[in-house]
């Protein structure tokens, strides 16, 4: 049974940092499809970064680009999010999530493009606060 434990959110001042930390048991992270989504109260769930774990592809959403990065770590299992000049709109619960099917069918664009339902398996989600 896939596993998804997502740690490291918090509450920081704008223009702070945090890294996230996605722990995956049950299941083994490279050559696959991984992400962060987040959702903030009243909107609906976004796609933040994406990592296809056999060659290292990476995708932002316009509005994380230049301060988010998310990396991998194969022998930790673990995917990870570093944030950083974080600002208000970036407050939500964040999500790590896995698909193990869908990015090695069609390659690392899926991992952005792909439906988020598709993404199989979800961690409970770890909530970023960002002060003004």
């Known amino acids: 049974q896939v596993q998804l434990v997502e740690s490291g959110g918090g509450s920081v001042q704008a223009g702070g940092s945090l890294r996230l930390s996605c722990a995956a048991s049950g299941y083994t992270i490279s050559s696959n499809c991984m992400g962060w989504f987040r959702q903030a109260p009243g909107k609906e769930r976004e796609r933040v970064a994406v990592?296809?774990?056999?060659?290292?592809?990476?995708y932002y959403a316009d509005s994380v680009k230049g301060r988010f990065t998310i990396s991998q770590d194969n022998a930790k299992n673990t995917v990870y999010l570093q944030m950083s000049s974080l600002k208000p709109e970036d407050t939500a619960m964040y999500y790590c999530?896995?698909?193990?099917?869908?990015?090695?069918?069609?390659?690392?664009?899926?991992?952005?493009?792909?439906?988020?339902?598709?993404?199989?398996?979800w961690g409970q989600g770890t909530q970023v606060t960002v002060s003004s």
């Open positions: 999530a896995a698909d193990s099917r869908y990015g090695r069918l069609y390659g690392s664009s899926w991992c952005w493009t792909g439906a988020m339902y598709r993404y199989g398996s």
């Open positions: 990592i296809y774990t056999d060659d290292g592809s990476t």
